[in-house]
């Protein structure tokens, strides 16, 4: 069984400072990895995700996530924050060799960027 | 292109009722998932379809039920409502059954069970 951990309940920066927020996962084999965003009242936004090569991975509004694998991690990452990005972030896994295609989550990151 | 739709975007049922939530998936997209969202359990996957078969389900009792169509549109069911299911429901689609397709949201359904 797969399954996903998002340590922390809330992130909170400044504008203009650096955003991170943090996720490790548990799965059988490789994984497939995604991070998705919702912001009040709406659904799951798609901002990036992870399958296989480079360790860095670009997605949309400027976040980027690292794929660590020895650490079983993807942390999200984007290097100015705007106040904008306050929403909440879910990170979120499933095998890349199974038959089996849901998507386990986390439970969530609420962000909240400060003007 | 249009995104994934989900009717009706609201939903107010009484305990013991049942209800039919509707998603028209992405144009092209063949693969339905639904999940449920509440602040308690998180995001919980309830079951998804490919080509009208139901490949995977999650956790739920069978009051809770799905189908798909021919042309990919999908709905689900709940019947005899609980006040526990009062949930934003999410619809998701992707292209194929391929394991490397993104699953595209949906803005949900908001189920309130009185």
């Known amino acids: 069984a797969q399954s996903v951990a998002q340590p922390e309940d809330q992130v909170n920066v400044a504008e203009g400072n650096p955003l991170t927020v943090k996720c490790t996962y548990s799965?059988?084999?490789?994984?497939?990895l995604f991070w998705y965003v919702q912001y009040p009242n709406r659904g799951l936004q798609f901002l990036l995700k992870y399958i296989t090569g480079d360790n860095l991975v670009k997605g949309s509004y400027g976040f980027e996530a690292e794929f660590n694998k020895s650490q079983t991690s993807f942390h999200l990452k984007k290097p100015s924050a705007l106040v904008s990005d306050s929403a909440l972030y879910f990170c979120?896994?499933?095998?890349?060799?199974?038959?089996?295609?849901?998507?386990?989550f986390g439970a969530g990151t609420t962000v909240t960027v400060r003007a | 292109k249009a995104g994934v739709t989900q009717t009706p975007r609201y939903l107010i049922k009484t305990r013991g009722q049942q209800v039919t939530l509707s998603c028209s998936p992405i144009?092209?997209?063949?693969?339905v998932s639904w999940y449920q969202q509440t602040p308690g359990q998180g995001l919980q996957f309830l079951f998804e379809y490919f080509s009208e078969t139901q490949r995977n389900k999650g956790n739920f009792p069978g009051r809770f039920s799905g189908r798909q169509f021919s042309n990919s549109r999908s709905e689900m069911n709940v019947s005899t409502l609980e006040l526990g299911d009062s949930a934003l429901y999410l619809c998701?689609?992707?292209?194929?059954?391929?394991?490397?397709?993104?699953?595209?949201f949906g803005p949900g359904t908001r189920l309130t069970v009185l």
């Open positions: 799965v059988s084999g490789n994984p497939y």
């Open positions: 144009s092209g997209h063949r693969s």
């Open positions: 979120a896994v499933r095998p890349l060799s199974s038959n089996d295609y849901k998507l386990s």
């Open positions: 998701a689609s992707s292209w194929t059954s391929g394991n490397t397709d993104t699953q595209y």
